[in-house]
Structure formats: structure tokens, C-alpha cells
């Protein structure tokens, strides 16, 4: 909305040309969505405080955090709203990827809204029943694949890339590239989402790999940076960053008040919201595979799910009686059960996520 505002004065006055660059625009999306959420963060908990939107506890989760019952949720909307004012406000709005971007993010969080507003008003801690919420998932997930697809201009827009090889790329086809799209946004979703169990856990590892899909975003998008560095060159995706920026601006903005002891949760319509859009920002710049990387916190956390559930009815079946391979599942709350305090997993995970990014980042020129 700005760009065009800028570019329509830049006939008249040069400086506005300024506006142009994706780079300025990136800081000042995070800086309006990081402003944005410092003005409204106070007002939402007090509003989400008066109509008593708490949080629900798991009665078998760790006995720590019952204290955390009534703790305001749903705080996940501040984020979105500071995403997408950011983004509609510095983005170039003719740019089809910054519309799929938002579609993928809104839609995911509608979904998590709903999820949230079942377990604060009818009390139940498992929201929307886990076939719903997948149908639902998935509809938008397979929307958005269709149409990356069919708009795709160019081979690049669809081929698996494979990171620190300068030329190994694995053309997917129209169903291949359908298929990964569909699975990197549903999973990257729900991987946050069973992320976000401690105060300050998810949002920091979301926040350093939006910033690190950035600067991938921006590079895929500049033809010479594309071409120096032996990554694939995709028309448009550079206006990512802005909306990448714009992440990174509400995710620090929605720490200040989610850092321990948590002042608000963001709920399933932040976490669900998130992690679809981690994800379909990686497949449009073609870095899934570095996605999985540098998620690596989010992907570990879903397998020790996993690994706990099948493993526990695999052992059922054939001993009659369950077993677990963690003291609980996600992982976060088998090292609390080990005796690590909230605040040493969650610093110490942000530092294994830190690492992780900076690795996925080395691929840019390792190859």
C-alpha cells in the first residue's frame, strides 16, 4: 500500500525512490509490526483477562503448570494482525507470493481460532477434534499447492532443491511438487503447534528462522545474488522478506509478553498460524529441505510425539501393557520431568535452534 503510495510521489520526488528497495522496506515492516504489537499487546491481554479467555491445562501434563490455568490465550491474534497490517502496509501487493503468504497464514489461523474458542468456551483442553482439524488443514494446504502449481512461470518454481550440491535438483512434477507443498505447510504447522508448550518456546526459534527465510527469500528473488551463490533464481520471491521482516517484528513483540512467567499464550491460532507460514515461504524459495534444518527443534518435537504414541501401542499390543521411551511427550516436557527448570529448556533449546539456523544459512555458499 505504501510502495505504491511511494512510487506514485517519486515523479515528483526522487527521494521516495528509496521505498523501492525490499531491504528498507523489510526493516521497516519489522519495525512496524514490532510497534504494533507493543501498542496493542496490554490492551488485548487486559481484554482477554476481562472476558476470561484462559488457558485450559492438560490434567496430565507436568504439575508445574497448573499454576499456568487462566493464563489469557489466544494471543496468537496479536501476531497476525501485526503480520498482516506490516506486510499489506510495506509489501508490493501486485506480488502473487505475498497473497498466498497471507491466504496460507489467515487461513491456518481461522483454523486455530475455531480450535482455541472450543477449549476456552466449551472447557475442553482438545478443541476441534483432530479430523476436523486436519480436514480443514488440509483444505487450505492443497489450495495453495494447486496454486503455486498452476501459476508456476518457470521450472525452478517446482523443483526440489538439494542443499550444499550446487547442481542436484530433483524435478518433482506437477503431483510431486502438490504432494511436498501440502505436507511441508500441514507439517510445519502442526510442528509448531506442538512446539509451543513452554512460556517463550516456540515463538524465538519461529522468529530466528523467519529472519533466516528473509535473507533466503531475498537472494531467490535477486537475479545476480541468485546466480553467484548457485541457488535457484524464482521472479517475485524477494517480496518475501518483507513479509518475513513483518514475522520477525510480531514474533519479538509477542516475546516481550510470552517470556517467562507468560503474560499471555499465543494459542493454536498463533502457533498453527506460524507454521504454515514458515512453510509455504520455504517452498515458494525453494529451501524445504534447509527448512528442515533449521526447524530442527519443531521437527524433534513432533517425532518424540510420534515415536511415544506408536511406541506405547506397539508395545501394548504385543506385551498388553503400554511403555514410553520419554518420561512425556513433546520432548520439552521430558527434560521438565528430568528436573530441568522451564527456563533452561526453553534457553537452551533457543540456543540449539540459533545453531541450526546458522547452519541452514551456510548453504547459501556451501556447495
Known amino acids: 500500500m505504501l510502495l505504491a503510495l511511494s512510487q506514485w510521489l517519486a515523479h515528483d520526488i526522487h527521494g521516495f525512490r528509496v521505498f523501492n528497495y525490499i531491504t528498507l522496506r523489510a526493516v521497516l515492516a519489522t519495525l512496524t509490526a514490532l510497534t504494533i504489537s507493543f501498542l496493542v499487546g496490554p490492551t488485548l491481554i487486559r481484554k482477554l483477562t476481562y472476558y476470561k479467555v484462559g488457558q485450559s491445562v492438560r490434567d496430565d501434563g507436568p504439575q508445574t503448570h497448573l499454576i499456568k490455568a487462566g493464563t489469557p490465550t489466544m494471543g496468537g491474534a496479536l501476531i497476525l494482525v501485526a503480520i498482516a497490517i506490516s506486510t499489506l502496509l510495506w509489501a508490493d501487493l501486485s506480488n502473487r507470493f505475498v497473497w498466498v503468504a497471507l491466504f496460507t497464514t489467515l487461513g491456518f489461523g481461522i483454523i486455530g481460532w475455531v480450535d482455541d474458542w472450543r477449549k476456552v468456551v466449551h472447557r475442553n483442553p482438545k478443541g476441534l477434534s483432530a479430523k476436523e482439524k486436519y480436514f480443514w488443514q488440509s483444505v487450505v494446504g492443497f489450495s495453495v499447492a494447486v496454486f503455486l502449481q498452476q501459476t508456476a512461470t518457470i521450472p525452478a518454481e517446482t523443483t526440489l532443491l538439494i542443499p550444499f550440491f550446487k547442481s542436484m535438483v530433483l524435478p518433482l512434477g506437477a503431483v510431486g511438487f502438490i504432494v511436498l507443498t501440502y505436507l511441508v505447510v500441514v507439517g510445519s504447522s502442526n510442528a509448531v503447534n506442538l512446539t509451543d508448550g513452554l512460556d517463550g518456546l516456540a515463538i524465538m526459534p519461529t522468529v530466528m528462522v523467519a529472519g533466516a527465510l528473509a535473507i533466503f527469500a531475498y ?18 520471491a524477494g517480496e518475501l522478506a518483507v513479509f518475513c521482516a513483518a514475522m520477525v517484528g510480531a514474533g519479538l513483540g509477542f516475546l516481550w509478553f510470552n517470556a517467562y512467567p507468560a503474560e499471555v499464550f499465543m494459542g493454536d491460532v498463533g502457533a498453527l498460524a ?80 540459533m545453531i541450526l539456523v546458522l547452519v541452514g544459512l551456510s548453504t547459501l555458499k556451501l556447495r
Open 219 to 236: 537472494v531467490t528473488g535477486h537475479f545476480h545474488f541468485s546466480k553467484y551463490l548457485g541457488i535457484a533464481f524464482v521472479p517475485g
Open 274 to 353: 506460524l507454521g504454515a507460514a514458515l512453510g509455504i515461504v520455504a517452498v515458494i524459495v525453494r529451501q524445504e529441505i534447509v527448512l528442515f534444518i533449521m526447524g530442527g527443534v519443531f521437527v524433534v518435537e513432533t517425532f518424540s510425539v510420534a515415536a511415544q504414541v506408536l511406541y506405547f501401542k506397539y508395545t501394548k499390543k504385543r506385551f498388553g501393557e503400554g511403555k514410553r521411551i520419554f518420561l512425556m511427550a513433546p520432548l520439552h516436557h521430558h527434560y521438565e520431568q528430568k528436573g530441568w527448570k522451564e527456563t533452561q529448556v526453553v534457553v537452551r533449546f533457543w540456543i540449539v535452534s
